[in-house]
């Protein structure tokens, strides 16, 4: 057993993004960055107003894929949406890695 946890791989993730059904894509960076860059498909909600997540996102069951540049932010904003009732949310990691097409 590894003493380190295998770091998330968001290509692989959002795979498993695009094949569940009505899951959204959430960037938890900032409004300027998401807006420099983000992934299709994606919405954005700052992790600064992740609280706001309650007024875009109703239904507390949706399976929701949470990335940010590195993994950090998505961490946090994962914690605070548990706390928040939220109850299928996966931190997918950072665009960083991400390989894909951005806009």
Known sequence: MSLFRKSKDINEELIQF??????????VRSKEEYEMSHIPESINI??????????????????IFVYCFSGARSEKACRKMKEMGYKNI???GGISQYQGKVI
């Open 46 to 63: 700052g992790l600064t107003d992740i609280e706001k997540v309650n007024e875009i996102i109703k239904d507390k069951s949706t399976m």
């Open 90 to 92: 996966k931190n997918i």
């Open 18 to 27: 695009q094949n569940t059904k009505n899951a959204i894509l959430l960037d």
